[in-house]
């Protein structure tokens, strides 16, 4: 499945982004943030692509001129129940294309998707306390928060903050659908 927005094209990843996608893997602001230990090597990467990367909802977020890789975004296959149909969207960004609203672009076009092509009722987003940037993206897209607790994950415990976008109803779908 190919996705477009503006300025991106998403697609499946490829062996081939393994060296892109280390790059900016491997920088301790990326992978702290986002939740996993950075990646240590290119094959490292590469095993990431082939395991957590190979899900047909997980997204490489290309530059739609260059074809460069930007980053990674799609539904990482958790469900929190209680809504219908349910998962939680994750993202990174290549540090130099942070803070020009590419992530945000990209994941209105996810939320499209996953309430359209996946037939999710709820998406769910979480960050750490003090990932503001995510935070925002999240907000941008419409995201409401609905609670916090401490998380226990790879890296250690963090207050993690949990959002929630419902499916909208009938007759309001141009909140998402026209962006
Ligand atoms: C989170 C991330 C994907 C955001 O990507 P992005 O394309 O830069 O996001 P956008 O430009 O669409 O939006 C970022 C928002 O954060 C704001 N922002 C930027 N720097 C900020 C800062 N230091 N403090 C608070 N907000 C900040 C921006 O102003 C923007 O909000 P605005 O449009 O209201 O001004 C990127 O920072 C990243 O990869 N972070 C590391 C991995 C990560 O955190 N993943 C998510 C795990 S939950």
Aim: net charge negative; charged share 25%.
């Amino acid at each position: 499945m190919i996705l477009t927005t503006d300025r991106t094209v998403l697609r499946p990843f490829r062996d081939e982004d393994a060296t892109a996608l280390y790059e900016f893997s491997r920088l301790h602001q990326v992978a702290d943030a986002a939740g996993w230990p950075p990646h240590q090597s290119v094959e490292d990467s590469l095993r990431v692509i082939r395991s957590v990367f190979a899900s047909p909802h997980v997204f490489a977020v290309t530059d739609r001129e260059t074809g460069t890789l930007l980053g990674s975004a799609g539904f990482v296959g958790r469900s929190r129940g209680g809504y219908g149909p349910d998962d939680e969207l994750g993202y990174s960004l290549d540090p130099r294309w942070w803070g020009r609203g590419i992530m945000t672009e990209v994941c209105r076009r996810l939320i499209f998707y996953g309430f359209e092509e996946m037939g999710l009722s709820a998406i769910w987003g979480t960050c750490y306390d003090g990932n503001d940037r995510s935070r925002r993206v999240m907000e941008k897209c419409g995201f409401q928060k609905m609670f916090s607790e401490m998380l226990e994950d790879d890296l250690g415990t963090h207050l993690t903050h949990f959002y929630l976008l419902l499916r909208p109803a009938a007759g309001e779908e141009e909140l998402w659908r026209n962006t």
